[in-house]
């Protein structure tokens, strides 16, 4: 073997296979920037959170205690309706009405996006977690790996994609991205909603203080600000939310 073709084959035998770990690219790393601080209910147990138009929509969780609500963003919420005898989770709005899942119940309930009223309830099978809706159809997380498709008039799936990432929790569908919680961890991922791949791991530690940590529970609930490339986020019983950027360590 020549010298030329021997270092030809050196070459190949250390390049990357198409599709194996090493072609593809790591997630970027960010953190969050803090820009404004607004006051949260500490008695919210939040499961959803999502902007439609200038109104912030909000969906708690634990039995006797769940409810969606909405309103202007770090006021009451004008709109309440509670969920007596089950346990909420994720919601989304898509124009006129709105969807919120429960946990272990296989319920989801279609909501007037105005009034919060029930209009109906669609059954389904395996855990709620996280909701949010993408190119005309809807998000959502059961606290697996896997992310289902929906359709947003029958409820039904249509698909999904595997993440590679388990506890997947709260979602929020931004442009061809899906951010999500991860449970337990002050960690949201941001995934690309056609391949599932992770394309950035947000790091959001530190925004509570120690004594407002010790009544608090996990990070939970992302809402993109509309025109703006800015997010609410909160968490479950947390006292605070906060206005931030996504922005590269360095």
Wanted: charged share 20%; with cysteine; hydrophobic share 40%.
């Amino acid at each position: 073997m020549t010298t030329s073709l021997l270092l030809a084959a050196v070459l190949g035998g250390c390049a990357a296979a198409p599709g194996s770990d090493a072609a593809t690219p790591a997630p970027e790393k960010l953190k969050v920037q803090v820009l404004s601080t607004l006051p949260h209910d500490p008695a919210a147990f939040t499961q959803g959170l999502e902007f439609s138009g200038e109104t912030l929509y909000e969906g708690t969780g634990l039995v006797g205690k769940s409810s969606m609500r909405a309103g202007p963003a770090g006021a009451a919420p004008s709109v309440r309706q509670e969920l007596p005898g089950l346990f909420g989770e994720g919601i989304t709005v898509l124009g006129p009405t709105a969807w919120q899942i429960t946990w272990q119940d296989g319920v989801a309930i279609e909501r007037d996006a105005k009034t919060l009223a029930e209009l109906r309830r669609v059954n389904y099978t395996g855990e709620g977690w996280g909701l949010c809706h993408h190119d005309g159809r809807l998000v959502m997380s059961d606290g697996s790996s896997r992310l289902t498709f929906r359709d947003p008039a029958t409820f039904a799936p249509t698909g999904g994609v595997d993440v590679g990432r388990d506890q997947l929790n709260e979602l929020e569908c931004v442009g061809d991205s899906v951010y999500a919680n991860v449970w337990q961890t002050d960690r949201i991922l941001r995934i690309d909603a056609a391949t599932g791949r992770v394309t950035g791991e947000i790091d959001a530690s530190g925004l509570l203080t120690s004594g407002e940590r010790g009544s608090a529970d996990v990070l939970n609930g992302i809402a993109a600000v509309p025109g703006t490339g800015e997010f609410l986020i909160t968490g479950k019983l947390w006292p605070k939310m906060f206005r931030v950027k996504f922005v590269p360590v360095t």
